[in-house]
């Protein structure tokens, strides 16, 4: 018997799955729910949209009072106006993927890792131009680059 028949038979456990996997296999699982139990879900996401929809002016007023309370997070974040080019860079490279029109790689591009793959941008003047880092690699990359 080839060793690889017999390594497909032997049981999967959670922790053993990379995080694409885990991802995968918790989408998998929400659109059997989903298919299982549609007037479930459906009622559910309507209590949640019905919920914030009622209680609206206390959600912005509890957001209004946390941004006055931590305005040095607020400013860090939303006011650097380098800090926002980059997040939306950012965010617009994690929608090219969400929607297929980027494809993210399996491996580090320096290492050859398959695990926890992330995309670094070395000059946001080009948002497309990505290098597909391991988590590992791409800490070594910005130590140097600080």
Known sequence: MPSGIY????????K???DEE????????????????????????EKNKQY??????????????????NPNYYKKYFED???????NIRSATN????????????????????????KHHPDYTDPLNIIWL???CHRKVHRVNQ
């Open 7 to 14: 390594e497909r038979k032997q049981k999967l456990t959670y």
């Open 16 to 18: 053993s799955l990379s």
């Open 22 to 45: 885990k991802r995968e296999y918790h989408a998998r699982k929400q659109r059997e729910y989903i298919k299982r139990y549609p007037r479930k879900y459906y009622i559910s996401f």
């Open 52 to 69: 914030y929809e009622k209680h609206r002016d206390k959600n912005i007023e509890k957001q209004k009072e946390w941004r006055k309370n």
């Open 81 to 87: 106006e380098e800090k926002r080019k980059k997040r």
């Open 95 to 118: 929608n090219l993927i969400i929607y297929n029109k980027l494809k993210k790689q399996k491996n580090c591009s320096l290492c050859n890792s398959s695990k926890n793959i992330e």
């Open 134 to 136: 391991c988590k590992k």
